[in-house]
């Protein structure tokens, strides 16, 4: 099993930075992508950015030239650096981790962490 857990939430100034992580755990299948997503209020759960097979990076629009995803191997970690953040990205961020196998794809959520942007 696999567990998540995000980290870096908070209150952030209209036009500041944040870094949010998420630390995997457990026994983690060897082929596996991992991604961030957030959910703003009323609003349904959205990708940010994704890390591909090949650790190519996928932006939503929204955060292109903004955000900045990586993980660190190593530690089983993800991060997400957010600059110039605005209003519109107050959510919950959500990490995602799936495994790839060969029966079938598995996916893991971490519990979320509150982002919000304060004028």
């Known amino acids: 099993q696999v567990q998540l857990e995000e980290s870096g939430g908070g209150l952030v100034q209209s036009g500041g930075s944040r870094r949010l992580s998420c630390a995997a755990s457990?026994?983690?299948?060897?082929?596996?992508?991992m991604a961030w997503f957030r959910q703003a209020p009323g609003k349904e759960r959205e990708m940010v950015a994704r890390l591909t097979h090949e650790n190519s990076s996928v932006y939503a629009d929204s955060a292109k030239g903004r955000f900045t995803i990586s993980r660190d191997n190593a530690s089983n970690t993800m991060y997400l650096q957010m600059n110039n953040l605005t209003r519109e990205d107050t959510a919950v961020y959500y990490c995602?981790?799936?495994?790839?196998?060969?029966?079938?794809?598995?996916?893991?959520w971490g519990k979320g962490t509150l982002v919000t942007i304060s004028e």
């Open positions: 457990g026994r983690i299948f060897g082929l596996n992508t």
């Open positions: 995602r981790l799936v495994e790839c196998r060969l029966d079938g794809d598995r996916r893991y």
